[in-house]
C-alpha cells in the first residue's frame, strides 16, 4: 500500500490520532502526515502511506487555505477558544476599520510562534513548557499572507478566508488583528481548506476511509504520488533498461529541456510513462542530466 489519502481531520483529535487510526484501519506503521493541525482543527490533513512517505517534504511548503472565525473583545492564553480567558474588553469596530487592518496583514508578516505550539525551545516543545507555566523568549518569523477575505462580520464574530504560506499561525494572525483592532481577539473555529493540491471538496472522513477498507475497496482512499505532484512539478523522461540502475544520486541524461528547468526538481518517467522518482535538472560540461534526488520504484 502505497500512496496519499486527502483525509478530513474532524475536530477534538490530534494530527498523530488521525495517523494511529489509519494505521489501525491498513494494518501498516510506515504512515505520516503532512501540515499538522490543532486538535481543535478541523479540515484537509494529507496522509501519506508505505513509499509516500518519502514525499511529505515535497509539500511542506504547500499554500494552504483556511475558513476562520475570530471572537473579538476576548484574548485567551492558547490564543484560541480552548484557553483561559486573560481579557474582555468592549468592542467598538465596524466594517470599514476590519477591511483597513485586514489590508495591513495582507503580504510578508512577521509573527511570534504562540508559547502553545510544537515549535522547539532547548529541545523541548513550546507547548511542554506552556503547561508548566513557563514562558520563554521566541523569534519573529518572516510569513506570508497571500490573500485575506472577509466573508461575514457579526458582532463579535469575524468570519474570514486565507491563504498562507507554511509556518503561518492562524490564531496568531487572529490575535494580532484583534491588537490592531484595539479590543483583542482570539481564534473560535477552524477550517483548513486546502494545503497545496489536497482540497476538502474531495477529502474523505474517518467514517469514508473505514467504509471502503472494511468493503475491500482500499485503493478508493489512496492518491497517486505522482497525481498529487504533477499540479507544480515538470516531469521528464529517461531510457532506462533495468530499474535496478535507479538509485538516489544516479544521473541520466537528458535532451530538449527547457533552460527554465535547470536546478528545478522535476518528476522522472521511464518510456512506458512509470512514474519512478523525484530528480533535479543539473549541468554537467555542455550537457544536461537529471540526478535522482528520491526514488519511488
Known amino acids: 500500500m502505497n500512496g496519499i489519502v486527502n483525509c478530513l481531520k474532524p475536530p477534538g483529535m490530534t494530527s498523530h490520532d488521525v495517523v494511529e487510526f489509519l494505521r489501525n484501519q491498513l494494518g501498516i506503521k510506515k504512515i505520516g502526515h503532512g501540515g499538522t493541525l490543532d486538535p481543535g482543527a478541523a479540515g484537509v490533513l494529507p496522509l501519506f502511506v508505505g513509499k509516500a512517505t518519502k514525499a511529505v517534504e515535497l509539500f511542506e511548503?504547500?499554500?494552504?487555505?483556511?475558513?476562520?472565525?475570530?471572537?473579538?473583545g476576548i484574548t485567551t492564553d492558547t490564543g484560541d477558544n480552548l484557553g483561559?480567558?486573560?481579557?474582555?474588553?468592549?468592542?467598538?469596530?465596524?466594517?470599514?476599520?476590519?477591511?483597513?487592518?485586514?489590508?495591513?496583514?495582507?503580504g510578508k508578516i512577521?509573527?511570534?510562534?504562540?508559547?502553545?505550539?510544537?515549535?522547539?525551545?532547548?529541545?523541548k516543545k513550546?507547548?511542554?513548557?506552556?503547561?508548566?507555566?513557563?514562558?520563554?523568549?521566541?523569534?519573529?518569523?518572516?510569513?506570508?499572507?497571500?490573500?485575506?477575505?472577509?466573508i461575514k462580520y457579526e458582532k463579535p464574530r469575524i468570519l474570514f478566508r486565507v491563504s498562507c504560506s507554511r509556518g503561518t499561525y492562524i490564531r496568531t494572525l487572529c490575535e494580532d488583528i484583534?491588537?490592531?483592532?484595539?479590543?483583542?481577539?482570539h481564534l473560535s473555529?477552524?477550517?483548513?481548506?486546502?494545503?497545496?493540491?489536497?482540497?476538502?471538496s474531495?477529502?474523505?472522513?474517518?467514517?469514508?476511509?473505514?467504509?471502503h477498507v472494511s468493503s475491500g475497496n482500499t485503493n478508493k482512499i489512496f492518491m497517486l504520488i505522482e497525481d498529487a505532484l504533477v499540479s507544480f512539478m515538470p516531469s521528464v523522461k529517461i531510457q532506462l533498461k533495468d530499474e535496478k540502475h535507479f538509485f538516489k544520486g544516479a544521473i541520466f541524461p537528458i535532451e530538449n529541456i527547457s533552460q527554465e528547468l535547470k536546478n528545478e526538481d522535476v518528476m522522472i518517467y521511464n518510456q512506458?510513462?512509470?512514474?519512478?522518482?523525484?530528480?533535479?535538472?543539473?549541468?554537467q560540461g555542455q550537457k544536461i542530466f537529471v540526478k535522482v534526488v528520491k526514488s519511488f520504484r
Open 61 to 72: 511548503k504547500s499554500t494552504k487555505e483556511y475558513v476562520a472565525e475570530m471572537t473579538l
Open 84 to 106: 483561559r480567558i486573560l481579557e474582555t474588553k468592549e468592542i467598538h469596530v465596524d466594517l470599514p476599520s476590519i477591511l483597513e487592518v485586514f489590508n495591513k496583514f495582507t
Open 110 to 123: 512577521q509573527q511570534i510562534p504562540p508559547m502553545y505550539s510544537a515549535v522547539r525551545h532547548k529541545g
Open 126 to 150: 513550546l507547548y511542554e513548557l506552556a503547561r508548566k507555566g513557563i514562558t520563554v523568549e521566541r523569534k519573529p518569523r518572516t510569513v506570508e499572507i497571500y490573500s485575506l477575505e472577509l
Open 178 to 185: 484583534g491588537r490592531a483592532l484595539g479590543c483583542g481577539a
Open 189 to 200: 473555529c477552524l477550517i483548513r481548506t486546502r494545503l497545496g493540491p489536497f482540497h476538502i
Open 202 to 211: 474531495n477529502s474523505l472522513t474517518l467514517e469514508d476511509i473505514k467504509m
Open 272 to 283: 512506458q510513462n512509470k512514474f519512478l522518482g523525484i530528480g533535479k535538472i543539473v549541468e
